[in-house]
């Protein structure tokens, strides 16, 4: 029984130290044999790498000229590009007598120009050989001239003259988030409110400021 009672202690110790030996040579048990925690492996691993910022490019204009552009692009430090481009205005209300055979047109014409008329003959377009009285910023203003040339006995309508100009604008290039603070500022400066601003995420870097 003794003999017994010994082998059973034997084993039992056999069985507590044989974990215990084998994390110690193993190297990965924490205090009390435990596995070490994933935020203490995380630890040593290498930090990301850090994103790029966000970059925006901000259109805005109209400038009357490139000089000008530029000279508004040097008031902010900033990545600055200029650029042109066809701008659509607002048309004119033109009055017109109406169409008719070219001789015909060319003989009123000079009708009008001996009682002191100024006019001319329109050369092409969709309303060639009609003869224009005038082109008005003011719908009013060409109304009330249509109604005199009416009661003159004139064929007259009232039409539309399409016209454009060539614009000069900026591409700013701003960290995302301050564009509205740049364009204040820039409006501050020039003196006076941008026709359009526009901004999208940049898709090259603007011409520095150095070289626009």
């Known amino acids: 029984m003794k003999w017994t009672a010994f082998i059973l202690l034997v084993l039992n110790l056999v069985i507590w130290w044989l974990p215990q030996w084998a994390g110690a040579q ?3 048990s924490g205090p009390g044999g435990a596995l ?3 935020a203490s492996l995380k630890s040593s691993e290498a930090p990301p790498e850090t994103l790029p910022e966000a970059r925006a490019c901000v259109r805005a204009g109209w400038f009357d000229g490139g ?9 902010v430090d900033v990545p600055f590009s200029v650029y042109e481009q066809q701008v659509e205005q607002a048309p004119l209300h033109w009055v017109l007598i109406r169409p008719q055979p070219e001789a015909d047109a060319r003989a009123q014409h000079q009708a009008l120009m001996a009682e002191g008329v100024e006019s ?3 050369a092409s377009g ?3 050989n ?15 001239v249509l109604a005199e040339k009416k009661q003159d006995n004139l064929d007259v309508v009232l039409a539309k003259f399409p016209r454009n100009r060539i614009g000069y604008g900026l591409v700013l290039e701003v960290e995302s988030g301050q564009e509205t603070e740049l364009v204040q500022s820039v409006e501050a400066e020039i003196g006076k409110k941008f026709e359009f601003i526009e901004s999208s995420t940049c898709k090259g870097v603007a011409t520095s400021k150095e070289n626009p």
Do not use: D, M, N, W
């Open 26 to 28: 193993s190297g990965v």
């Open 36 to 38: 070490p925690r994933v």
């Open 67 to 75: 000089a000008e552009a530029r000279a508004a692009g040097e008031l």
């Open 120 to 122: 001319y003959v329109v």
């Open 126 to 128: 969709e309303h060639q």
């Open 130 to 144: 009609a003869i224009s009285l005038g082109l008005f910023k003011s719908r009013e203003a060409a109304e009330a």
